[in-house]
């Protein structure tokens, strides 16, 4: 477990999304506000080191807004099939065997 505690993941929720063009971004101010494609209550995605890993959906409690997880986002096939690399074009591992060891 002390292996875990050096583990940094940054965790984020996206509730919606806004396209805008840069000028006027630039041009706002402290307190402006950027009107989201979304309300309150659609899901949210979860990401861990900007990769989804779930949704969910806000829960709104007294002064505490927190995020309850309805749904767990399965990994690629690549990374869940044995004997093969993360990530795209992932190559087969070559077992020991193969590899002449």
Sequence with gaps: M?????LQV???VVLGRSHMP?????RMGRGAVIELEATETDMVEILANDHPIARGQIVVTG????VEVTELIRKADVVRTP???IGEGAVPILDDA???F
């Design 83 to 85: 004997g093969v690399t």
């Design 63 to 66: 002064n505490r807004i927190s």
């Design 10 to 12: 940054d965790l984020k």
């Design 98 to 100: 193969e590899a002449g």
């Design 22 to 26: 840069l000028h006027m971004l630039l």
């Design 2 to 6: 002390a292996v875990l505690d050096e």
